[in-house]
């Protein structure tokens, strides 16, 4: 029990927290310990601070590590034997070497040999933790394809960084500029190089085999990220919008199918609209093939948030018990009228309550084809047919594009029958209308 209380959860605030750090604190290593090399900077009192600060952090994320439990499938592990196996199995050695503080090596024993230095470079490793946390933001809400998008672009900036650096360490730029402008020319030539443009304006000294080397590897680098770069770049336009170009294409089908049999240009025109204004509101997704793929304790998660808009303006729903609420959307289907659709007619046998939740609709009364009532969204109709199974007071007819669910007679049945208080709201609302429509009809009674 004890030990469980101190092993530390993968997905925890603070523990994210401290990712971001851990990841902040990686970025700056990798600009700042190539650069420091490459420019041959002095240690000076910054340096000292900042590489301190990162051995500190990358200290402490390993000790850290010894405690944080990790998921196995979905379960979470917290033995701590098993969590400090896995660890020195995995990310320890790396985690360990790049957190040593290389740069405090003696000055002098630096100059004796000067590769010693490149030690400091151990650190750059640490870039390789960033794709852990990169697979579990994964997990969150986040468009793959932005995800791929910005790691695409980190990974070609920092390249650029690196292969900046390595023509510095080549001797390729004239030493006789200020360090910022040194490293600027670098990383202009490395961007004209990989970019494959290569104005030549600034190139190596082709008697100096390191350099006209490393150039070599750059062009050929270039090559190959450009070609990669296009590659993604036209990958992820296309899949940019996957349900636009659905919508597009069963678009086209659509108006062949209505071009092939010959349909009026107003009867077209409503089908295009209908369908566009489908789009427009719910961006293609049928919502009911999404939430049936679910299982049921997530389905229900989904349609509170999906219908929450409509339990918060339906006057009936009102101080509803969470009962009544998660007994109803469970059942709602959502329904599209566009402008001068008839819903139903008077007189017809109702199978069906309704719930405007956006748009209007008009109540009218047949024989004289009058309107008596005009429904806005947070109302309802079609209640008195189910309650008092009488056929259709009167005829209901969209006024504009309406988004309406509808609560089928079976489960209008069984939710009164379990929540009296909404039976009671329901019941009230029915008699008010009814008595009104019974008042109409004996007005319009033939004499
Ligand atoms: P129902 O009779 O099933 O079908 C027609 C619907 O119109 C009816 O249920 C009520 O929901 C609604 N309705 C009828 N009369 C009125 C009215 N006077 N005001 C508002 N709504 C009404």
Request: aromatic content about 12%; overall charge positive; some cysteine.
């Amino acid at each position: 029990m004890k030990s469980k209380k101190t092993v530390i959860h993968p997905d925890a605030p603070g523990k994210i927290l401290w990712n971001l750090v851990t990841a902040g604190m990686v970025l700056l290593t990798m600009i700042v310990t190539p650069l420091a090399l490459a420019l041959e900077l002095p240690l000076g009192p910054g340096l000292i601070i900042i590489e301190g600060l990162v051995s500190l952090i990358f200290l402490a994320d390993v000790f850290i590590n010894f405690r944080t439990g990790y998921l196995k499938g979905n379960q979470l592990v917290t033995d701590k034997k098993k969590i400090r196996q896995r660890y020195l199995r995995s990310w320890f050695v790396p985690d360990l070497l790049t957190s040593l503080p290389f740069f405090l090596l003696p000055q002098a024993y630096v100059s004796i040999n000067r590769f010693i230095r490149f030690f400091r470079l151990v650190r750059v490793l640490k870039v390789f933790t960033l794709f852990q946390a990169v697979n579990r933001i994964r997990r969150y809400k986040v468009s793959s394809n932005f995800l791929r998008m910005v790691t695409m672009v980190f990974w070609l900036l920092l390249t650029a960084h690196f292969i900046a650096c390595g023509m510095l360490l080549a001797g390729g730029i004239p030493r006789d500029l200020s360090p910022a402008m040194r490293y600027l020319q670098s990383f202009y030539w490395t961007i004209t190089t990989l970019a494959t443009v290569g104005y030549g304006d600034i190139t190596p000294d082709k008697t100096n085999a390191l350099q006209v080397i490393f150039t070599i590897i750059a062009q050929m680098a270039g090559v190959g990220m450009y070609g990669y770069v296009i590659g993604s770049v036209t990958n992820v336009i296309n899949r940019i919008d996957i349900s636009k170009t659905n919508f597009m294409e069963q678009m086209e089908r659509v108006n062949a199918f209505l071009t092939y049999r010959n349909i009026s240009d107003k009867v077209a025109r409503r089908v295009n609209d209908y369908y566009y204004y489908l789009w427009d509101t719910r961006r293609g997704y049928e919502e009911s093939n999404i939430l049936n793929r679910l299982p049921r304790s997530i389905r229900l998660q989904v349609a509170r948030e999906v219908h929450l808009d409509i339990i918060g303006k339906v006057e009936l729903f009102q101080g509803a018990s969470l009962a009544l609420i998660q007994d109803i959307i469970l059942h709602l289907e959502p329904l599209v009228f566009i402008p001068g659709d008839c819903i139903f007619q008077e007189g017809e046998i109702g199978d069906e309550m309704f719930f405007i939740n956006r748009g209007k609709v008009n109540v009218v009364s047949e024989p004289e084809h009058e309107t008596v009532a005009v429904l806005k969204e947070g109302e309802v109709f079609g209640e008195i047919a189910l309650f008092y199974s009488q056929p259709r007071t009167a005829s209901v007819y969209a006024r504009d594009y309406c988004d309406i669910y509808s609560l089928n007679r079976e489960d209008f049945d069984r939710i009164l029958a379990r929540h009296p208080e909404f039976a009671e709201k329901v019941r009230e609302l029915a008699r008010e209308r009814w008595a009104d429509s019974l008042i109409r009809q004996d007005a319009y009674k033939p004499e």
